[in-house]
């Protein structure tokens, strides 16, 4: 019996703390986990008593990167339950906000955390000695996404001017204009991202993904839509119960998320562009074919392409908005809450953000629920080690240790803000 | 050029509801009631990128930051930033995928460190969750503000790094 054991104690680039497992015996994988020890964040728990209000302001705390994602899931659904609707200049600054979170969500993770496994650097420092100009444009189109987010959001980190019905303050369109030049730049930057990511070395690597997102018939989705996936499922999103469960494994500290029918489903950029990608501008569907994308990519690795691409889309639709900018009367819609079932889904940064919570007729909050894109991933990540490892078994065990946490960063994993690394430990008997 | 010259640029790190880790912010806090004109006063969460973003037009920079690396809570370490790498070890308390020490040496790397860093770690006793600083802590949290107005004084020549 031939036995190995390759050990990597901490897998950086991910956010959070969290931890890989996969068991190689006879030269066949027997076991693949992966693990999450963070803590419980126990925020739903957190959530009870509190008013209707607060939530978008409480579980923005969960993640430093995506807290937009966190307050419009939260925000829209409180929203629904109480029958208010969001339109016109309202619901374009909140996409236009979501746009900021997407370009320095996005650049951070192509720029910072991807791209150095693909060009062989340990990390973002190694590669700015020979990258620098690379790694300089990187740190500027997140600076753009993060000055957006800051500008609307009062803020970049947890911002503090979104509410249920709209925003405290809005902006004029003469305080917007700054920002045409800076996403001029940025849309220039993107599209040059779109090309440089596109001559990365590729693995040869896909999938029979079931991609799950949101989808909206006039846009590419962010904000709302039904939740659509290319094997068949069309809901509302009020009816995501019905769909998916969630499992406690007792090795994780994140429950597993899965399609109740077909278990393992994969959110994120790869699942909405393979699930909107007619709905992308006509200049981001162009960046995508000269890159050597089709309308349907299975391969994993590529994400960090498909990043670029809502990249570009992002700086696109941002100055869509800001062209057609008037603004609106009133910063917010006035709501009176009511005892209702609130539910609500966005496309944060990683993929499908759902939110459900029940309300009384005071607006207080009775239970809440939320499903991070990261946990509803988990079941993928494992699925593709399964398929991944045994493909590269002849690999040298640090060249296959590398493959491997590369695979698990195609997720950009955030397993949350708290802490800063990811174990992985590989054991062959 | 010396920083009164210049402007100093102060930035304190933290997370003050994780006790100790608030330590920077404290320092900061106090230095803006005590610091002269001409240093400008930061406080900050400690993501890389930001920090790199907040010092990009500064010559001098004094940065205060919670560490833990074994040595008796309250031990106050001082780096020049130009004449030792800071170990990522060091600052491992940060709550961000890119933390200080990875923010210093990326700085560098792209040739943008700010011609004068000095980076002032206070050894934390506890980062349990909750406001307010342990005794040992708070003693050093004293000796840096001191210390910090002593650089300040004496100009920081950046012909010393």
Sequence with gaps: MKSRTIKVDYLARVEGEGALYVKIRNNRVTDVKFKIWEPPRLFEAFLRGRNYSEAPDITARICGICPIAYQMSAAQAMEDAFGVAVAGQLRALRRLIYCGEWIESHALHVYLLHAPDFLGYEDAIQMAKDHAEIVQQGLQLKKVGNELMAFLGGREVHPINLRVGGFYKVPTKRELAPFIEKLKWAWDAALETVRWTATLPFPDFEQDYEFVALRHPDEYAITEGRLVSNKGLDIAVREYDDHFAEEHVPYTNALHSGLKERGAYLVGPLARYNVNFDKLSPLAQQAARDAGLGPVCRNPFKSIIVRSVEILYACDEALRIIDEYETPEKPAVEVQPRAATAYGCTEAPRGSLYHRYRVDDQGVILDAKIVAPTSQNQKSVESDLWQLVPKYMDLPPEELTWRCEQAVRNYDPCISCATQFLKLHIERE | ?161
Aim: hydrophobic share 40%; glycine share 10%; proline share 4%.
């Design chain 2, 1 to 161: 050029m010396s920083v009164r010259e210049s402007g100093t640029l102060i930035i304190g790190l933290g997370n003050e509801y994780r006790r100790d880790d608030g330590v920077g912010l404290v320092v900061a806090q106090r230095l803006k009631a005590a610091a002269p004109e001409h240093a400008r006063v930061l406080e900050e969460g400690g993501e890389g990128v930001a920090l790199m973003e907040s010092w990009k037009d500064a010559d001098a920079v004094i940065l205060i930051d919670a560490v833990h690396c074994g040595a008796k809570p309250g031990t106050l370490h001082r780096f020049d930033a130009h004449t030792q790498p800071v170990s990522t070890e060091f600052f491992h308390c940060s709550t961000h995928t890119f933390s200080v020490a990875e923010a210093i040496e990326l700085a560098r790397a792209l040739g943008r460190l700010p011609r004068r860093l000095i980076v002032y770690g206070v050894e934390g006793k506890t980062f349990e969750a909750g406001p307010g600083l342990s005794p040992e802590v708070e003693k050093a949290a004293q000796e840096v503000v001191e210390r910090v107005l002593g650089d300040l004084r004496c100009d920081l020549p950046l012909a010393q790094s």
